[in-house]
């Protein structure tokens, strides 16, 4: 059975670090693009970053560029995001998402995953 599983959540203050992991079970990350999505109250899911195959080409949405950098531990079937210097605005339900691509592409678009983690909520807050 096909999981995703993200931990890492919780309350910072603005500036401050969170390290979001994504642990996969039921398949091998070896072969699925990931990609890490959020959702605030009463806006649209974004795409925040994403990870390719093989080569590990990255994908950062402007306003976590610089900020946040995804990577990915296919010995431990998990991937991470780590976040710093956040702002209020980084404020949501984080999600992680599984899609078998081409090797060495990334995929930005919620349409683009077939499996999904239940979510885990960040508040940047002081």
């Known amino acids: 059975q096909v999981q995703l599983v993200e931990s890492g959540g919780g309350l910072v203050q603005p500036g401050g670090s969170l390290r979001l992991s994504c642990a996969a079970s039921g398949f091998s990350l070896d072969y699925y693009a990931m990609g890490w999505f959020r959702q605030a109250p009463g806006k649209e899911r974004e795409g925040v970053s994403a990870?390719?195959?093989?080569?590990?080409?990255?994908y950062y949405a402007d306003s976590v560029k610089g900020r946040f950098t995804i990577s990915r531990d296919n010995a431990k079937n998990t991937v991470y995001l780590q976040m710093n210097s956040l702002k209020p605005e980084d404020t949501a339900v984080y999600f992680c998402?599984?899609?078998?691509?081409?090797?060495?592409?990334?995929?930005?678009?919620?349409?683009?995953?077939?499996?999904w983690g239940q979510g885990t909520q960040v508040t940047v807050s002081s």
């Open positions: 998402a599984a899609t078998r691509g081409i090797s060495g592409s990334y995929y930005y678009r919620d349409t683009d995953y077939a499996y």
């Open positions: 990870i390719s195959t093989s080569v590990d080409n990255t």
